[in-house]
């Protein structure tokens, strides 16, 4: 199991417990997922401060892992089982994602919001000191090492 950033780096070892927790999700399933790891803060909110601590570090120490715990919140699945599912809708992924069923100690499938006004969520976002919001055309296929229009982020206001 790899774990890869955008650039290319592999920080399996940096966070052994997320690997392994993916790796039994995922029962005998090869999977491309898209996702971010975040590090919580005492309030329950992702802190880049607090994931520093463990990108840190190639091989965190127990204490580091007990200490700042981290989640993968999974967003897509690129590929599954050998197959290429970029060109497929992100409904049509995001549906795939949600039958995997992995969500489950540190690994999280956020929830999806249809039909809501950009402007709630975004307040929402905002509320619970969140960077913003990601708006999805739920038609959209998924475009490997660039942006698309129909991606659109949107930071919160006073974040």
């Given amino acids: 199991m790899d774990l890869i950033s955008r650039p290319g780096n592999n920080f399996c070892s940096r966070f052994p417990d997320l690997t392994e927790s993916l790796a039994q999700s995922l029962g005998g399933h090869s999977a491309i997922l898209d996702g971010e790891v975040i590090a919580r803060d005492g309030h329950g909110r992702p802190s880049f401060a607090r994931l520093q601590r463990r990108l840190r570090v190639q091989r965190p120490s127990r204490t580091l892992l007990s200490s700042v715990p981290a989640s993968f919140c999974l967003f897509d699945v690129l590929h599954l089982d050998g197959q290429d599912l970029t060109s497929r809708p992100y409904a049509q992924r995001r549906a795939i994602l949600e039958d995997l069923a992995l969500s489950g100690g540190p690994i999280v499938v956020p929830p999806v919001w249809q039909d809501l006004p950009g402007a709630v969520l975004?307040?929402?976002?905002?509320?619970?000191?969140?960077?913003?919001?990601?708006?999805?055309?739920?038609?959209?296929?998924?475009?490997?090492?660039?942006?698309?229009?129909?991606?659109i982020k949107c930071p919160s206001v006073g974040v």
Wanted: cysteine-free; glycine content about 6%; aromatic content about 10%.
């Fill in 122 to 151: 975004l307040a929402a976002a905002a509320e619970l000191d969140l960077e913003g919001a990601v708006f999805k055309r739920s038609d959209s296929t998924y475009h490997a090492g660039r942006r698309s229009r129909s991606w």
